[in-house]
């Protein structure tokens, strides 16, 4: 690698030095768990090694850093939210109906990877999506509820599976277990 490519480099680093225990403070007030801010600043900090990028000063890294530490909170709480909102579904169920441990983390994380999809979705086309997927309504009905055409319910509903689509190509289900 010739110098100059080298001087051109983020120091990240340099970055990490300067900031992680500030970052991971910052985090542990907004949290107020030391744990998930210790998770949580590291998993800043590998986001930034996948996506390198230069700072003028600390003060632009930390407003960065903040930024991101801020998303990662954000999704946080979502996890929570559908976590307990799982648990509790499970709670409502009798023993003899609940699925292994194993299925109920699986079942969990599917949940969160659905949420997440949803949410990286406009909202018409996520909606859409929901309404005739998982509510089991036609295009007609769900057009009719979200005041659109049926045209445009289905261009949502091609538009979500087609998000889908590139998601599972980009991360692929693993094999099923050989029974």
């Known amino acids: 690698m010739s ?3 080298t001087a051109c480099a983020p120091d990240i680093a340099g970055v990490y ?6 970052l991971q403070d910052w985090l542990r007030r907004r949290l107020g768990n030391a744990w998930e801010a210790a998770d949580l600043a590291q998993e800043a900090f590998v986001r930034l090694l996948a996506a390198p990028r230069t700072f003028s000063d ?3 890294a930390r407003a960065y850093l903040r930024g991101m530490a801020n998303h990662l909170c954000v999704d946080l709480w979502r996890r929570r939210e559908i976590e307990q909102a799982w648990l509790e579904m499970l709670a409502a169920q009798p023993p003899a109906t609940l699925p292994s ?3 109920q983390v699986i079942v969990l994380r599917a949940l969160q990877d659905i949420d997440a999809m949803l949410r990286a979705l406009p909202e018409n086309t996520a909606r859409a999506f929901i309404l005739t997927a998982a509510c089991g309504m036609t295009q007609q009905e769900a057009a009719q509820d979200m005041g659109i055409s049926e045209r445009m ?3 949502h509903v ?8 590139l998601i599972e190509a980009r991360h692929p289900a693993p094999p099923a277990p050989a029974e």
């Open 3 to 5: 110098a100059g490519k």
């Open 17 to 22: 030095r300067d900031n992680h225990r500030w």
């Open 58 to 60: 600390t003060g632009h």
């Open 101 to 103: 441990a194993e299925d």
């Open 153 to 155: 319910v289905r261009k």
């Open 158 to 165: 091609a538009r979500a599976a087609l998000h889908c689509m």
